[in-house]
Antibody, heavy 121, light 107 residues
Framework: QVQLQESGPGLVKPSQTLSLTCTVS??????????WSWIRQPPGKGLEWIGN???????YYNPSLKSRVSISVDSSKNQFSLKLTSVTAADTAVYFCARTLDGASDAFDIWGQGTMVTVSS | DIQMTQSPSSLSASVGDRVTITCRAS??????LSWYQQKPGKAPKLLIYAASSLQSGVPARFSGNGSGTDFTLTISSLQPEDFATYYC?????????FGQGTKVEIK
């Protein structure tokens, strides 16, 4: 079965760049039936969609984050990655990667366990 | 942007109760609506997609309905493992958004 696992630093300094990687196992990231997403959740708060990427590289970003976000894919490693620049304390959150159904409703059907990222000096 | 407003924000219910959570959108759209369940410290779990389609492996006591601006998630007979926070999510607009969540607690 397909599993997703986030990895990356748990602590990032203000104004620096947050970088996370999601490794997909049990299936190919190049499957045309899905695309791949990042979602975050500040402590004690709700969920915020960050953006999506198709295996061939097309990306879609949350307009509120678009100027700071970049999502890329490495099919050879079965991974996709998130970069968020110029971070502040407001970017402190649990970051989830997820597989997204490409079809009737674009639902997030498989999630990683999440990784906590704290922005602090 | 499409704002998603869930009601209630929280509710207390007993095992065996029928529970309905509502999600209202700020503008009309088709069935690009999903429901998720999240337990503390865990990732959300997909329950319903395309407004009313039950995700594989999800118990049949969960059902989704609605169209336009009003969508509902119903749990026909609440079980102990159903106490959690539930989120709706739209993927119709260019900015996908979630509702603020509904916490279902034990009465």
């Amino acid at each position: 079965q397909v599993q997703l696992q986030e990895s990356g630093p748990g602590l990032v300094k203000p104004s620096q760049t947050l970088s996370l990687t999601c490794t997909v196992s049990g299936g190919s990231i190049s499957s045309g039936d899905y695309y791949w997403s990042w979602i975050r959740q500040p402590p004690g708060k709700g969920l915020e969609w960050i953006g999506n990427i198709y295996y061939f590289g097309n990306t879609y970003y949350n307009p509120s984050l678009k100027s700071r976000v970049s999502i890329s894919v490495d099919s050879s490693k079965n991974q996709f990655s998130l970069k968020l620049t110029s971070v502040t304390a407001a970017d402190t959150a649990v970051y989830f990667c997820a597989r997204t159904l490409d079809g009737a409703s674009d639902a997030f059907d498989i999630w990683g366990q999440g990784t906590m990222v704290t922005v602090s000096s | 942007d499409i704002q998603m407003t869930q009601s209630p924000s929280s509710l207390s219910a007993s095992v065996g109760d029928r529970v309905t959570i509502t999600c209202r959108a700020s503008q009309r759209f088709s069935n690009y609506l999903s429901w998720y369940q999240q337990k503390p410290g865990k990732a959300p779990k997909l329950l319903i997609y395309a407004a009313s389609s039950l995700q594989s492996g999800v118990p049949a006591r969960f059902s989704g309905n609605g169209s336009g601006t009003d969508f509902t998630l119903t749990i026909s007979s609440l079980q102990p493992e159903d106490f959690a926070t539930y989120y709706c999510q739209q993927s119709y607009s260019t900015r996908w958004t979630f509702g603020q969540g509904t916490k279902v607690e034990i009465k």
